[in-house]
């Protein structure tokens, strides 16, 4: 079993409330989830307005097939409206 973990922060330069940001965030996760069956939570930096650290993990039984679909969930972040990739982290256990 190989659990993939990826620590995305991003930039949210609309939110003008922490309403508009988890408006954002929510929207966000739930196309995450939807498109890539993954778990994401917001983990980080949960009172700042235009900022925001998401946590999202994948369970799967192929390191290269981790490796493989956090890459997709990095570059599919970097082309959402609304958030802008600020830096990334991921680990394997």
Do not use: C, P
Not at 18 to 27: E, H, Q, T
Not at 47 to 67: P, T
């Amino acid at each position: 079993m190989i659990v993939g973990v990826l620590r995305v922060q991003l930039s949210i330069a609309e939110a003008n409330s922490l309403k508009d940001k988890r408006r954002v965030l929510k929207s966000v996760k739930q196309r995450l989830t939807n498109t890539f069956n993954v778990s994401a939570a917001e983990v980080e930096d949960q009172d700042v307005w235009r900022s925001a650290v998401l946590g999202i993990a994948l369970v799967a039984n192929e390191s290269r097939f981790v490796h493989s679909a956090l890459d997709k969930i990095v570059d599919w972040i970097r082309k959402q409206h609304g958030v802008v990739l600020i830096d990334y982290e991921r680990e394997l256990y």
